[in-house]
């Protein structure tokens, strides 16, 4: 908690402003993939009500997005050039976005793990990007909402749970690789030095799991085998490993 606290753009500097500005692109990404996700998921929401939801979540998703434009002007980026280089959103989580159970596993899968990260973002050394985060969490708080009601609603038919199931199995083991990274490194490190994080990618991880895993039970859904995580090269720290164990 000793780091500088960094007032304003002008001031972050050198090392320090290449990794934020790698953090904020790697929330951007998130932010507009989601919101291009939940748009998407309007066609295939099952219920009018279900509908109205994707296009209130994909609204607030583009907010979010829009949060970051500013903070990328700031420090004299052009937002558009950023968000050129972004990934497809289902290419890069192997999504099918007309098929409503992918939608459902992404929202309780995807979306959170990116809520842990923006958890770290809003006590940053970056002051002008924590104060925006209050916001976007509590956004995300509604979205988890929905992926545990969602969760809820299918586990009461045993065939469509087992084809939630079995899209989890494959999603979960590419967010844990892909969300959160390597669980230690110079990166991470440096991020906990300088004040970026304030913790480390295996304790934002861990908390993550430990929340998702409350549901699960409830429900009865299983973490995936480790050699799902093996087979897409997510790399897992003992500590991990005794999480995902509690409930194979
Ligand atoms: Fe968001
Ligand atoms: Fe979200």
């Given at each position: 908690m000793s780091a500088t606290i960094v007032k304003t753009a002008k001031d972050a500097t050198g090392e320090y402003r290449e990794m934020l500005i790698r953090l904020m692109t790697r929330q951007f990404y998130a932010e507009t993939a989601t919101a291009e996700v939940f748009g998407r998921s309007i066609g295939c929401a099952p219920t009018l009500r279900e509908k109205f939801i994707q296009a209130e979540f994909a609204e607030e998703e583009a907010e979010h997005s829009a949060q970051l434009c500013k903070l990328f002007e700031d420090l004299g980026l052009d937002p558009e050039v950023v968000h050129a280089t972004r990934p497809s959103a289902a290419k890069f989580w192997s999504?099918?976005?007309?098929?409503w159970i992918h939608i459902a596993v992404f929202n309780f899968t995807v979306d959170r793990a990116g809520s842990h990260q923006i958890m770290e973002y809003r006590d940053s050394s970056y002051e002008p990007w924590a104060k925006e985060m209050n916001s976007v969490l509590e956004d995300e708080e509604g979205h988890y909402g929905n992926g545990i009601e969602n969760l809820r609603e299918f586990a009461k038919d045993k065939k469509v749970f087992a084809e939630f199931q079995s899209v989890y199995n494959g999603m979960l083991p590419v967010t844990v690789k892909r969300a959160?990274?390597?669980?230690?490194g110079a990166d991470n490190d440096y991020c906990m030095k300088v004040g970026?994080?304030?913790?480390?990618t295996e304790q934002v991880l861990n908390r993550y799991l430990k929340e998702m895993v409350v549901y699960m039970k409830e429900c009865g859904l299983k973490f995936p085998h480790f050699a799902a995580f093996e087979k897409v090269g997510a790399e897992l720290m003992p500590s991990t490993r005794e999480i995902l164990a509690s409930n194979q």
């Open positions: 999504l099918d976005l007309d098929n959160f990274g390597r669980p230690t970026l994080k304030r913790h480390s």
